[in-house]
């Protein structure tokens, strides 16, 4: 059952930043966007972990998956297959993204370990 609140509520947050984010922007600014950011991944950030829609043990990529998809099947079921293969190359960018920090989150922890069993 957890599984499927994770599913759930980040559903909910992807559909809320894909559909209002964009307004509040465009009618606002970037003030507007600010606004739409603290008030949507607040509340859906208070939603997921402190009320327990979504508390996964172990390593999870958060809210930004479910977001992330919203946003890409958005164009899809919108424009069409051609937008999702479009959003390929991206895809292919975040991917080696992620794969660079969780390296160098990795050399981080392993030199933090190094230099606390040094220093005592």
């Not at 465009?26 to 600010?34: F, H, L, N, R, S």
């Amino acid at each position: 059952m957890k599984h499927v609140g994770t599913m759930i509520g980040t559903a909910i947050a992807g559909m809320f930043v894909m559909s209002v984010w964009g307004a509040f922007a465009g009618e606002y600014g970037i003030g507007g966007g600010w606004f739409a950011g603290f008030i949507i991944i607040g509340t859906m950030w208070f939603l997921n972990h402190y009320i327990g829609i979504h508390n996964n043990d172990g390593a999870w990529v958060d809210m930004a998956l479910g977001i992330g998809m919203c946003g890409t099947m958005r164009g899809v079921f919108e424009q069409g297959i051609g937008a999702g293969i479009g959003s390929l190359p991206t895809l292919g960018v975040v991917l080696v993204g992620g794969m660079v920090g969780g390296y160098m989150a990795y050399k981080l922890e392993v030199y933090l370990a190094e230099k606390e069993k040094l220093e005592s």
